[in-house]
């Protein structure tokens, strides 16, 4: 797939008409949720479909692939290049369409990753290690300060003035590290995932589709599309779903969590840091 070549829902757009039914099956699936044909082996597709291994092959070269493996490098090297999944044109475009179907997907890929064992993963560790750069910085920032509402250490990393190095050094079996990347990537983030997967860590990589390779040795991967339809991409659907982990979290930290929430309460109105307007 070319930067100029069609994207994968106009691949399937194109040979729709000669599909057999059982393929139509199978494109149907991956025509609504493109990240399944980036990150699902074919026996998940075939599972999703309602379908076998052998129909999800046939449907891959029916879309111009030698095989699964070639379709997941060019669907890589399209993401990677800020290619939206449709090729559209901004002026002509909803962006609210564009953001919902962003916030589908990344809901998805939250489910699959097993949202109410996830919210438990994160209060049961010791110390919760939220790490992102560049555009991935806000992100973080803004999961750490939620979770820091129910559950105590957690941190964010790189701190100001420091390198990672430093937060990553002591990490153990214990503890949660949440690594927060977008495209384009901050160079290193693939080591920094080996580096906290071989301390034993639990890690969770947060990110948009161009990160399913990066996340490869992470525990759990929940990949959010920040597409646009115009020149910048949009993080609403990740702060969307930074959201709905942290309301998980409080849901599964019960009594404990609700304390926290209403220790913090009280200090603040000690310190009269904040106020009602």
């Not at 691949?11 to 990240?35: C, F, K, N, Q, Y």
């Not at 493996?69 to 890589?76: G, N, T």
């Not at 609403?236 to 979290?249: E, G, M, P, S």
Request: net charge neutral.
């Amino acid at each position: 797939m070319s930067a100029d070549g069609p994207d994968v829902r106009g691949r399937i757009d194109a040979v729709w008409d000669r599909l057999s039914p059982a393929e139509r099956r199978v494109a149907a699936v991956v025509r609504h949720d493109p990240e399944l044909l980036l990150l699902g082996t074919s026996s998940r597709l075939a599972a999703e479909s309602g379908t076998s291994k052998a129909t999800v092959s046939r449907l891959v070269r029916s879309l111009g692939f030698q095989d699964a493996a070639e379709a997941r490098q060019e669907l890589m090297v399209a993401r990677g290049s800020g290619l939206p999944w449709v090729a559209e044109d901004a002026a002509h475009v909803d962006q609210r369409v564009v953001e919902a179907r962003n916030l589908a997907t990344g809901m998805a890929s939250l489910a699959r990753a097993d949202r109410p064992r996830l919210a438990r993963r994160i209060v049961r560790a010791h110390r919760v290690l939220v790490i992102g750069e560049r555009g991935a910085h806000a992100v973080a920032l803004q999961l750490r300060a939620q979770l820091a509402q129910v559950r105590s250490d957690v941190r964010v990393g790189p701190a100001p003035g420091q390198r990672l190095g430093e937060d990553v050094a002591d990490l153990d079996r214990r503890d949660l590290v949440v690594i927060v990347t977008v495209r384009r990537h901050a160079a290193g983030v693939g080591r920094l995932v080996e580096y906290c997967s071989r301390t034993g860590a639990d890690v969770v990589v947060l990110g948009d589709p161009t990160a399913a390779v990066i996340a490869a040795p992470a525990t759990t991967a929940v990949l959010v599309p920040v597409d646009a339809p115009a020149a910048f991409d949009s993080m609403a659907a990740l702060f969307a779903v930074v959201a709905a982990i942290a309301n998980d979290v409080y849901e599964a930290a019960g009594p404990s969590g609700r304390a926290r929430v209403d220790a913090i309460a009280r200090a603040y109105d000690t310190l009269e840091e904040l106020t009602d307007l």
